[in-house]
């Protein structure tokens, strides 16, 4: 609150001196852009200028309200101080506080004259309220720096009714004084006693002005605002556990209590809104949490990548303690599984299989190595019967892989230690075939007469899986298969169809050397090609 030296100018002494307003302002003077009573003291006139250079001379007349422009001024104000200025060319000047012998509003009639000379005049430029004036008095705030343990404020004071003539106060009783706490943000009423007397408690939720008005039948005051600043106390997040290591889908659960420092001794603090969310984020995804009345606080949620720094931290500003937080590391293992997995064994004994290697829990574009397995009963032994390479979460084949007539295949991923990746392995699958045979094969005779008939005959057989006895297979194709000699291609002779009994016989013309041989080439998805032995053939 600006701070001005008062005064009493009497009616008598002002009214020695006469002023002779002209009708018109000269157009080079100072502007006067209003005149009014100021607002902590209804006899002090305040004149607001629009000027450049300097006012050399600043003369304000006052007439009763509703006064003809030609009656005499009862009182006539000269003594003026610049109070303040809005720029270098706007300014107000203030009058000391004014003596008049009879209450009521006057008219301001007001002369300025610039450092050149230049002369302006202004009738009608405003209004002195020289009323009984509300005024507030000793309105403080205690107290005015509050802490944690002292969060209660009381604002009060009093409030007069002051003459301006005789600067004499009274009590103003019953009045009704509006507060403003919390910077603005927080709104109590009060009335005062028999006494103008007026206390408000308030609890503080943040720093800022505390401010009283009234505005009542006397008019408008103010009080002069107070300042509140609490003392913030440090504060410290005490956690249970700071790290963890976990598995892919596994929640964490961090616990801690929230803590504040009075003195020496360190305090739980209670009803605090926290969150948890990653440090660095870029997309933000925090948990919330509040203490409870032993500071207590716990955030459960489910950790994602590889590894993660977590930040707890306060989520709205409290004016009493120092925001602190804590960091919590965790390290997650990414899991994996196969997905797709399908084996095939083809009539050769040769195993094709497909499958997809999920990560799950991380975003990596890594390979792995991944082992095809093969075990007789599908429960030990089992061995590694190729490795392939493949990237996470996409399709891959390994085929040619040496199969068995019987027996059990599987798909796995040892895992990364130093990529903290855990391994898997895929359900198993049975795949076999049943074996066939030409037994007693023979191509006779032997030695052959050029032109004579060559009898190819045999009997096939299919072992069925799971049986270790051979028996005849009816009904089947059979290739019959001439390679000449010297030559390195087979050529099929001719198909025949066996028995019941799985013989067969063909006879073919005696050409020229070779050898002939029966076998079984296109089985059906559950047998194997099977073939008879190589029989050699003189033509003479």
């Keep these: 609150m600006r701070q001005i030296s008062r005064g009493l100018v009497t009616a008598g002494a002002v009214l020695v001196a006469t002023l002779a307003i002209p009708g018109t302002a000269h157009a080079a003077g100072p502007t ?19 000027y450049s250079g300097q006012v050399s ?7 009763p309200a509703g006064s003809s422009e030609t009656d005499e001024p009862v009182a006539t104000i000269t003594d003026f101080t610049k109070r303040y200025e809005s720029s270098p060319w706007d300014a107000v000047w203030a009058s000391k506080p004014i003596h008049l012998d009879t209450l009521g509003d006057y008219t301001v009639d007001v002369e300025a004259v610039d450092g050149s000379g230049e002369t302006t005049a202004q009738q ?4 002195l309220h020289y009323q009984k004036q509300p005024v507030f008095s000793g309105f403080s705030v205690t107290p005015d720096e509050p802490d944690i343990e002292h969060q209660t404020i009381t604002a009060g004071g009093d409030m007069v009714v002051r003459d301006p003539s005789t600067r004499e106060t009274v009590p103003l009783p019953g009045a009704t004084v509006d507060l403003s706490f919390d910077g603005g943000g927080g709104e109590a009423t009060a009335v005062t006693d028999d006494a103008g007397h007026f206390s408000v408690p308030h609890q503080l939720r943040q720093a800022g002005w505390v401010s009283a008005d009234y505005n009542g039948a006397l008019g408008f005051a103010t009080a002069p605002a107070v ?11 005490v956690l249970d556990k ?16 929230l803590q504040y420092q009075y003195g020496a001794e360190w305090k739980p603090l209670a009803g605090i809104p926290l969150e948890m969310d990653y440090k660095e984020c870029t997309t933000c995804s925090p948990v919330a949490a509040t203490t409870d009345a032993d500071g207590h606080f716990s955030f459960v949620r489910t950790p994602y990548g590889s590894k993660s720094v977590y930040e707890i931290a306060f989520t709205s500003y409290t004016p ?4 602190s937080t804590a960091d919590v590391t965790v390290a997650v293992t990414a899991t994996t599984k196969f997905s797709g997995f399908t084996a095939s064994l083809d009539k050769y004994a040769q195993l094709k299989v497909t499958g997809t290697l999920d990560l799950i829990g ?14 007789p009963d599908g429960k030990t032994g089992w061995t590694t019967k190729k490795t392939v390479k493949v990237g996470f979460g996409s399709q891959f084949t390994a085929d040619k892989v040496p199969g068995y007539t019987d027996g059990y295949w599987r798909l796995r991923y040892a895992g990364s230690t130093t990529k903290d990746i855990k391994g898997t392995t895929s359900n198993s699958l049975r795949r076999n075939r049943a074996l066939t045979r030409i037994k007693d094969a023979n191509a006779s005779p032997e030695p052959v007469t050029k032109g004579r008939t060559i009898t190819v005959k045999g009997v096939l057989q299919e072992r069925p899986v799971g049986s270790s006895t051979w028996k005849a297979y009816g009904g089947k194709k059979v290739q019959i ?3 000449p000699k010297g030559a390195t291609s087979w050529y099929l002779m001719s198909t025949v169809t066996t028995t019941s009994s799985g013989s067969f016989s063909k006879g073919f013309t005696a050409r020229q050397d070779g050898t002939w041989v029966p076998v079984h080439l296109y089985p059906d998805s559950k047998h194997f090609v099977g073939s008879g032995t190589e029989d050699y053939v003189d033509v003479r």
């Design 32 to 50: 006067v852009k209003d005149a009014y009573s100021d607002q902590a003291d209804w006899s002090v006139l305040d004149v607001r200028l629009n």
């Design 57 to 63: 001379k600043l003369v304000a007349k006052l007439r």
């Design 124 to 127: 009608n430029a405003g209004t």
């Design 227 to 237: 300042q509140v600043w609490p003392a913030a106390a440090p504060t410290r997040m």
């Design 242 to 257: 700071s790290s963890f290591h976990v598995t892919t889908g596994e929640k964490i659960n961090v616990t801690g209590t």
């Design 320 to 323: 009493f303690a120092q925001h």
């Design 362 to 375: 991380r975003d990596v574009n890594d390979q792995a190595s991944v082992d095809v397995q093969y075990s």
């Design 481 to 483: 298969l001439f390679r």
